[in-house]
């Protein structure tokens, strides 16, 4: 755990959960995996918040599950994004876009 | 319900499994790949699992998201705690048990106080009926006999009564129903009588001025009860039209009462009677009254008071006299009122007791589970979580009881119903409604809280690091568990010895009630109630010579050793007023000062028949006969009140100011008359064959058994007139009955006080068992250093006794202060009985060190080296 990681903001583990899934449905070990993948690049992402996280956003409909034989033939629960997930991503790139959009203006503005 | 919590189930049981499932797929795939790059397997999963940041962890905060969680969360957590007590059952049932005890007893003994003090009468309009009263001035106290003069002034002169109407009546009046003879109670009531109650006929019509005699003659039509139209005559249709006949009278059934309806007391028959009487000083009648609406008690009491204080200026007969307002229903309950609240108060002690001991027992089982708790805790389990699911296992023990204890409460009920004296007002409607249930989900609730919140507390300050440190079942002893334990136990204590006391003083003093010298002897002797009609002279000539013909028979039966007639019973039921008397050849004083004394009829025979010595002169004979002087016999309270330091014998008396003279030809040994813990009052017997009394209840003395003398004097009876009723009853049982209030209450403060004293003995000894585990380690380390067992002993039986001294003191004052609620009860025994109190603390004393002998001996079987190596 690297000093120059930085713990993943709040609400950011929603947005790349739903960002990861609009690829292909994946099971909750291929999403750690990726997380994983991203997490030894920049952000330090606790695994054990993943599985909370899938099981809120599939309460908010924006996720969908089902269980499906998984690449090594077992049987693994694998979740989509619904049509709601995919205009919640949207919505949440589109917020995420101008947030850092303006957070880039404030700090351009000392230069 | 049980669909809707499968529902849940089966759905809940679903998501645990999948998410089961997803974890351990993602866990194994980890641990995988952690393999392929050279873990040994063991390590791999103890790193999948780390990463996870546990897999418990996880799994509660994913619950955490699932959105009917609330709903859940309490199914789950009364699962669990179903899951927990079947596991402990033995603590299960044994809590229910207790509680549901306590909590039926309650329910049982709230049942008859709501319905006899709480509840309104069952009439419209309850609690506008009031009992209007004469108030002695004298006395500072309410009658409820009025004369017919003062009522008909009350009627007339105020205006805030609706209506106010007299009745007057005897129990078992003779009424043949198709030549059949049999006892009824009847009751002379003014035509607007059933108005004050609001009721209305269920056949035929109710009484009406029309209906009432004038000119000296009599009633001839009746309204009868609802059950006895039924009983007697199949139906209330049927019995419309009939003619029954009525002390010897025919007479015309008009009306049937609606179902229920039977005041006062149990009355029969409501013949219509109208007061018509000038005496003043007589008291003939009961005044019933309805308040107008809006009227307040207080308002009309001042109007009455002010009509009964000039009626007092314009006759001097009501010189002492006013008038007074009781609310019906306080008339009726007042004798039973305290009894009621002192048995209330005494099984909610009860109760306080059992839920103190089960907070003692819950606690031990959270001291128990300290670990588990704490483990749970670390796991992740929120503090919240852990007190919710404490007080829901509460709250399943509280449910648990109280289906216990409402099915208890409902057959206590009738235990009650059976048990209570009979003449207890609305015994009949005593059962467990709408109201008592929702007491009782009430109680349990609170009891629930009472004993659940305790332990909750206690595991919500625990020390996690601490309660894991210490390990073991043995939880540990920092916090407030030990004191809070120690407190129940003083209460504990303290409440039995005041329930304990209480039972003391009523069971001495219904001993000595039972022992009371009642100046007769009750043993075999067989009462039979009979009545006489007299509807003519010839009548009345004849009902003397049919008693007299009666009791020669009935001594010439074998084994009948005497026999003889009385008109008032003694221990009877029948309450008059005792009446004034005026000696020969003294002023006759003023009307409410002058002295008064019981008036009796009886044969010659009825001092022998019930062992009564006669101190001076002779008993009644064949002589003494209508036609020769009337004589009296007097009691000794009466020769001491009217003649002392002279002979009574010769002297005159009479009841009233143109009475006929009585000559005393005898003076007789005091009895008590019809409360056996009343002193004997001042008595006239007077001869029955000269006209004394009216009809006589038959004293039978005799070697042989109930059934068989009955039938004898059945078919005597019947051989002479077979118009006229018997019934049959024995001395002992009207003793017996006269006794039924102490009794009752006796009997339950009884039972009250013994359930007490074990529950306290068993909680003592449970703190005690605990307290000695706690301090297992200590007491080796005791051991080791050189403590002898006696020295061990002396340890953890002080350690009790000291807790026991403290609620034995807590409790004697408490006994005190209750004893000024007994007063009232007691029988010739002081509330302040040392000996009574004394008795108590020994009792609970004794059951209290015997509840510490057992934790005290396991304490010295403590082995200093193993009870150490165990550390």
């Keep these: 755990m690297g000093s120059s990681r930085f713990p993943i903001p709040q609400g950011t583990l929603d947005m790349l959960i739903l960002q990861i899934l609009s690829l292909e449905p994946a099971h909750g070990y291929a999403i750690a995996r990726r997380l994983q993948q991203i997490s030894r690049e920049v952000v330090q992402v606790n695994q054990g918040s993943l599985y909370p996280a899938l099981h809120r956003l599939e309460q908010r409909r924006w996720l969908k599950a089902e269980w499906r034989q998984s690449e090594t033939g077992r049987e693994a629960k694998f979740y989509s994004l619904t049509r709601a997930g995919h205009t919640q991503l949207a919505v949440e790139k589109t917020s995420w876009d101008r947030l850092t959009a303006s957070v880039r203006l404030i700090f351009d503005e000392g230069k | ?871």
């Design chain 2, 1 to 871: 319900m049980a669909k809707i919590l499968n529902l849940f189930r089966s759905r809940r049981d679903r998501l645990e499994r999948d998410l089961d499932r997803e974890l351990r797929y993602h866990i194994d795939r980890r641990v995988d790949d952690l393999m392929k790059n050279g873990s040994s397997e063991a390590e791999a999963r103890r790193r999948a699992s780390l990463e996870l940041g546990g897999v418990a962890q996880v799994q509660e905060e994913v619950r955490d998201t699932w959105i009917w969680r609330g709903l859940d969360a309490l199914v789950l957590d009364v699962r669990y705690s179903i899951r927990g007590l079947v596991k402990s059952w033995g603590f299960a049932l044994g809590t229910g048990a207790v509680l549901g005890l306590g909590l039926g007893a309650s329910v049982a003994i709230f049942s008859v106080v709501n319905k006899v003090l709480l509840q309104p009468l069952a009439y419209p309009d309850a609690e506008r009926i009031v009992s209007v009263e004469t108030f002695w001035t004298n006395t500072g106290r309410a009658s409820a006999d009025v004369s017919g003069p003062d009522f008909r002034d009350w009627q007339a002169h105020n205006d805030v009564f609706e209506t106010m109407a007299h009745y007057e009546g005897e129990e078992d009046v003779a009424v043949v129903v198709a030549d059949r003879a049999g006892f009824a109670n009847d009751m002379y009531v003014s035509p607007n009588f059933f108005s004050v109650f609001g009721q209305a006929a269920s056949a035929g019509r109710l009484l009406t001025e029309r209906d009432v005699p004038t000119g000296g003659a009599r009633p001839t039509v009746v309204v009868v009860r609802h059950r006895w139209a039924e009983s007697h005559f199949g139906s209330a249709e049927a019995a419309i039209g009939k003619t029954i006949t009525v002390y010897g009278r025919p007479t015309h059934v008009v009306g049937v009462a609606a179902p229920g309806f039977s005041y006062p007391g149990a009355t029969d028959l409501w013949v219509p009677w109208r007061s018509t009487g000038t005496n003043r000083s007589a008291s003939d009648f009961n005044v019933v009254g309805k308040l107008k609406a809006g009227v307040a008690l207080a308002s009309a009491q001042a109007q009455m008071r002010t009509i009964g204080d000039n009626l007092s200026r314009q006759h001097p007969e009501n010189r002492l006299k006013t008038v007074s307002l009781t609310p019906l229903q306080e008339r009726l309950t007042g004798n039973v009122q305290v009894m009621l609240w002192v048995l209330m108060g005494a099984v909610i002690a009860v109760l306080l007791i059992a839920c103190a001991n089960i907070a003692n027992l819950m606690l031990a089982r959270a001291v128990v589970r300290t670990r588990e708790i704490a483990l749970r805790a670390a796991l992740g389990a929120g503090r919240s979580r852990l007190v919710r699911q404490l007080l829901t296992e509460s709250a399943v023990l509280g449910a648990l009881a109280a289906v216990v204890g409402i099915l208890l409460a409902s057959l206590l009920v009738r235990l009650l119903v059976a048990l209570s004296p009979a003449n207890l007002p609305r015994l009949d409607e005593v059962r467990v409604d709408a109201t008592v249930l929702l007491f009782a989900l009430g109680l349990s609730f609170v009891s629930t809280l009472f004993f659940g919140v305790v332990p909750a507390i206690h595991a919500s300050r625990l020390d996690l690091s601490d309660a894991l440190k210490q390990g073991g079942a043995k939880g540990t002893t920092s916090g407030s568990g030990p004191r809070l334990r120690a407190a129940l136990v003083v209460a504990e204590v303290a409440l039995s010895v005041v329930l304990l006391s209480a039972a003391g003083l009523l069971l001495r003093s219904f001993e000595r009630l039972q022992r009371v010298d009642l100046g007769f002897t009750t043993k075999r002797v067989l009462v039979a109630y009979t009545q006489y009609a007299v509807n003519s002279p010839e009548d009345r000539l004849n009902r003397p010579r049919f008693y007299a013909d009666l009791l020669e028979r009935l001594r010439a039966v074998p084994g009948v050793s005497a026999a003889a007639g009385v008109a008032f019973l003694p221990m009877g039921r029948e309450l008059r007023p005792a009446s004034d008397y005026f000696v020969e050849g003294r002023p006759d004083g003023q009307p409410g000062e002058r002295p008064k004394a019981e008036y009796n009829g009886i044969t010659p025979g009825y001092f022998e028949t019930l062992g009564i010595p006669i101190r001076a002169g002779r008993d009644f004979d064949r002589t003494d006969t209508p036609e020769r002087p009337r004589v009296a016999i007097i009691n000794e309270t009466l020769a001491r009140a009217a003649f002392p330091g002279e002979s009574p014998l010769g002297k005159q008396l009479r009841r009233g100011p143109k009475a006929p003279w009585l000559e005393i030809v005898g003076v007789v040994a005091d009895t008590r008359w019809q409360d056996p813990s009343q002193p004997p009052p001042a008595v006239i017997f007077a001869a029955s064959a000269q006209g004394a009394g009216g009809s006589l209840s038959i004293l039978v003395r005799t070697s042989l058994d109930e059934a068989s003398l009955s039938s004898t004097l059945r078919t005597l009876v019947n051989d002479v007139n077979p118009t006229v009723p018997v019934r049959f009853e024995t001395m002992e049982k009207l003793f017996a009955d006269a006794l039924a209030y102490p009794r009752f209450r006796t009997q339950l403060i009884g039972a009250f006080g013994a359930i007490a004293a074990l529950l306290a003995a068993v909680g003592i000894f449970s703190v005690l068992a605990y307290l000695v585990g706690q301090r297992t380690r200590e007491i080796a380390v005791r051991r080791a250093v050189g403590a002898q067992t006696a020295d061990v002993i002396r340890l953890v039986v002080g350690q009790g006794l000291r807790l026991v001294a403290l609620g034995l003191v807590l409790g004697l004052a408490g006994a005190l202060a209750v004893a000024r609620l007994l007063e009232g009860l007691l029988y010739e025994i002081s509330p302040w009985d040392v000996a009574t109190y004394l008795g108590a603390l020994t009792v609970l004393g004794v059951a209290a060190l015997l509840a510490t002998v057992i934790p005290a001996i396991r304490a010295t079987t403590i082995a200093p080296l193993i009870a150490l190596q165990q550390e």
